[in-house]
């Protein structure tokens, strides 16, 4: 097995015990540490620091409340060489990193987003929960790949929830991404990269290019009459959408939704909405001008990609999210998954370009 993927394994072993840490013997973190022509950066306060010839990882025991005790570490590897593009890197990093040791090594979703932290240092993330065979408690991954030029480093963060007394698994979880959440803003934030400062937008062309397809949909709770006793219907929602973006400028856009839920009454009649014509990237907003008169511009931003298998092959994905009273809000820096506050569709490609 890789060194890399040994020491991720290893990580997972470490957080489910609570014995001291693996040699070599762990000191207090230092208020400034740097890899090796890496990034700069401050580590979380009170963490034990590990040094490793492939990393420096930071331990610590989460104590929110005052039955909280969830164990958390980070990690920090060298800097290594990135031969096959940013994108490609991630997909290795987390195939390795995350899915591998968390059980998950056929993972057929490989996805990332896209951001620029304070330091100017672009980065490539995310982040999940995972189950644990036999135990209550899932363990939270996420994965940051820092673009440095010529270099990518990666940092890994984990942590796995403790609450005595509490038997709520998912509430526990909640309180340990939170927690977690909290140590990691500050480090991310103080990540510096001497003489690199980056700009200009975070997706290419071709991230954007393609005929993109989007379906969501859910079956909620059955309802019965209860009067007669007969089936009143099932709650349900849909919505499908197709995005086409081609190489001339030009685009093509559809969009469909329903939802019905006999429990209240309600009902969204399907709705449809089909427009064309010229659309612009500018700083990763998508702008659809549309050519039929008295149809409102349609404006995404792009916020991530990755990839899928399916019966058909492997796939792109993109990932864009629309707008707000207050502008485009990106996902969250410490995210789970999906999980948005606001308007997200995830783009299948619906054709393997020639």
Request: aromatic share 10%; proline share 8%.
């Amino acid at each position: 097995m890789p060194v890399r993927a040994s020491f991720a394994l290893m990580v997972s072993v470490a957080l489910a015990s609570s014995s001291a840490h693996a040699t070599p013997p762990a000191e207090p973190a230092s208020a400034v540490t740097a890899n090796p022509d890496g990034v700069f950066y401050t580590p979380p306060a009170g963490w034990a620091k590990t040094v490793y010839p492939e990393a420096t990882a930071f331990d610590v025991r989460l104590t929110p409340e005052p039955r909280a005790n969830h164990a958390a570490r980070i990690v920090v590897y060298n800097p290594v060489q990135a031969t096959n593009g940013l994108a490609a890197q991630f997909e290795t990093e987390w195939r390795r990193q995350i899915a591998v040791p968390y059980g998950k090594p056929n993972e057929t979703t490989v996805v990332h987003y896209r951001g620029r932290l304070p330091g100017g240092v672009d980065a490539y993330f995310m982040g999940r929960f995972f189950e644990r065979p036999n135990q209550t408690q899932a363990i939270y991954a996420v994965m940051y790949l820092l673009d440095l030029g010529k270099q990518t480093q990666t940092i890994v963060a984990t942590t796995i929830g403790g609450w005595d007394g509490v038997n709520f698994p998912d509430a526990v979880d909640g309180s340990a991404h939170w927690a977690l959440s909290q140590h990691l803003f500050g480090l991310l934030d103080s990540i510096r990269m001497p003489g690199r400062t980056a700009s200009g937008p975070l997706f290419g062309a071709a991230d954007i290019r393609g005929a993109w397809a989007y379906e969501d949909g859910s079956v909620g709770s059955a309802f019965v009459n209860a009067q007669t006793g007969t089936s009143a219907g099932t709650a349900v929602r849909g919505a499908t959408s197709k995005l086409a973006l081609g190489p001339d400028g030009k685009y093509a856009y559809g969009f469909s939704y329903y939802a019905f839920n006999p429990g209240t009454g309600s009902a969204i009649p399907p709705q449809a909405e089909h427009h064309d014509g010229n659309y612009e990237v500018v700083d990763d907003v998508l702008r659809c001008r549309p050519r039929q008169p008295g149809v409102t511009e349609l404006r995404r931003k792009v916020v991530g990609a990755g990839s899928v298998a399916t019966t058909q092959g492997k796939r792109r994905l993109l990932i864009v999210v629309g707008e707000s009273d207050q502008g485009f809000k990106g996902p969250m820096w410490v995210p789970l998954w999906n999980r948005y506050d606001g308007v997200m569709h995830w783009y299948v490609e619906e054709a393997v370009r020639p």
